[in-house]
């Protein structure tokens, strides 16, 4: 969490390009403004050369393996058999107009092999920007997509607005067909990941399925922004997951990465309430990366599930507060250290309250500053 401007969007753009390092540069993928233009500095370098390279960012990301990403011989023999954490570095390099994106260290097709699989369960990473749009099943075409890869395509929102989601109409009729029993496992996480009154029992009317709400059936171009939005994100993601996992395994035990930006976007405040729970509870294995400017969201978590972001002169910097939110209500979080208003009111009246007060006080001071000279008050 954090102010506009101070990095978040930032981190996760990051991660995202950290852990898709080995395939990135040939995914498709073209860097736009990730490295800041910095003023040339006159004592070491001529106005020629900062123009030509004016600019890198390294970065660097530590990522716990399971199984499913690579073989297990390979994690014994040389990840060690406890913590099979593996870094990555990534440096970015700004020349001009253009930037180039380099890996300091050299690829491992043996560590990273499953990377290149499109179907392979292993490195599950999906982003979602701020910006999730649902193509229309009329408009949408898989095989105009081809040209990105699909690791790319999963975090392509992030870097993307215009990238818009898979819409669920285009993938689920045919899992129905292919594999029955994927299909009722979809349609139960689906159900399961819907705010009350809604439910989802899988009614498909060409060419849209229906939400149920109250007993009325209500199409996903119907609903409003915000569950369109949610909905959106958590069936694109359930279609990321469906694609890789093996016949023998469940949804609910792949593991990976997800993130999304801006968790809020749309939702009502009963909703964001109880939004991180219901989605971290139904996929326990995924580990979720989340950015919101809601005090709601925020009092339903743990204060070692928050990072704050805030700006030190141009540098984001990330802090771990040591104070516990959870519990309580939306004022005070707004006042605390986490968001750091001074007050929760409109200016105005704020402004107001101020000169009532002043009033008070000197109502209450008045009679006795009076009495002591010997005088009375008029009513």
């Keep these: 969490m954090g102010s506009n401007g101070s990095g978040k969007t930032t981190l996760l753009k990051a991660i995202a390009l950290s852990a898709l390092f080995p395939i990135i540069k040939s995914s498709g993928f073209v860097p736009y403004c990730l490295v800041s233009k910095t003023e040339p500095d006159e004592s070491k370098t001529t106005k020629a050369q900062h123009n030509i390279d004016n600019g890198t960012a390294v970065l660097t990301g530590g990522f716990l393996l399971h199984d499913e990403d690579v073989a297990p011989q390979y994690i014994k023999n040389k990840l060690g058999s406890s913590e099979h954490v593996h870094t990555n570095q990534v440096v970015i390099l700004r020349r001009g107009d253009l930037e180039e994106i380099q890996s300091s260290i050299p690829v491992d097709l043996s560590l990273w092999s499953n990377m290149y699989e499109n179907k392979s369960p292993a490195f599950l990473m999906v982003g979602y920007g701020a910006t999730r749009r649902v193509e229309t099943r ?15 395509q999963r975090v392509q929102g992030l870097f993307e607005d215009s990238y818009s989601l ?55 171009d119907a609903l409003s922004d915000g569950y369109r939005s949610y909905i959106g994100w958590v069936t694109d993601l359930l279609y990321h997951i469906s694609t890789g996992c093996p016949e023998n395994k469940q949804l609910v035990d792949c593991r990976g990465i997800v993130m999304v930006d801006e968790i809020d976007l749309h939702l009502h405040p009963a909703w964001q309430r ?62 605390s250290e986490y968001f750091g208003l001074d007050s929760t009111r409109a200016p105005g009246i704020r402004k107001k309250m101020r000169e009532l007060n002043i009033k008070a006080i000197s109502n209450i001071f008045a009679p006795k500053a009076l009495s002591k000279h010997g005088l009375q008050r008029q009513s």
């Design 138 to 152: 009329e408009n949408f075409d898989f095989g105009s997509r081809q040209r990105r890869s699909l690791r790319y």
């Design 166 to 220: 898979i819409p669920l109409g285009s993938w689920l009729p045919e899992l129905e067909k292919a594999n029955p029993d994927r299909y009722r496992e979809v349609i139960h996480l689906i159900d399961r990941l819907l705010p009350e009154p809604f439910s989802f029992h899988g009614h498909f009317e060409n060419p849209e399925y229906l939400f149920i709400q109250e007993k009325i059936k209500i199409p996903f």
């Design 274 to 335: 109880v939004v991180i729970p219901i989605i971290s509870g139904t996929f326990p294995n995924l580990q979720f990366i989340f950015t919101t400017h809601s005090p709601i969201v925020t009092v339903g978590m743990q204060s070692q599930n928050i990072i704050v972001a805030e700006m030190e002169g141009s540098q984001s910097q990330l802090l771990k507060l040591s104070r516990s939110v959870y519990g309580l209500n939306a004022d005070q979080v707004l006042l």
